[in-house]
């Protein structure tokens, strides 16, 4: 059974940083991309960005391009995602997930196989 665990979530001021990791375990995830999605408190969950297997493509939604990255050690297996500059809006539980979908449906959270538990972020402003 494939395993997600997401951390590094924590509070920050707006403007400061945080990384998060998904670490993944108990399968065999060759293939399949990894996307970091987030849901705010009365919202729905939303696509944040994601990386295909080998990291060669990556995609973010609008307002965090420029502000996050996401990158990969499949050694590890570990996906990251950077944050610089967090704004108040990004507060939500981060949630990691993989999928066979490609580009087109990297930002569907319905076409991903496994999810983490998440992890908080709390950007105060």
């Known amino acids: 059974q494939v395993r997600l665990v997401e951390s590094g979530g924590g509070l920050v001021q707006a403007g400061e940083s945080l990384k998060l990791s998904c670490v993944g375990s108990g399968g065999d995830l060759e293939h399949y991309a990894t996307g970091w999605f987030r849901q705010a408190p009365g919202k729905d969950r939303e696509f944040v960005a994601a990386i295909s297997w080998r990291g060669a493509s990556t995609y973010y939604r609008d307002s965090v391009k420029g502000r996050f990255t996401i990158s990969r050690e499949n050694d590890k297996p570990t996906v990251y995602l950077q944050m610089n500059n967090l704004k108040s809006e990004d507060t939500a539980v981060y949630y990691c997930?993989?999928?066979?979908?490609?580009?087109?449906?990297?930002?569907?959270?319905?076409?991903?196989?496994?999810w983490g538990q998440g992890t908080q972020v709390t950007v105060s402003s």
């Open positions: 997930g993989v999928t066979l979908a490609g580009a087109l449906r990297v930002g569907e959270p319905e076409r991903y196989e496994y």
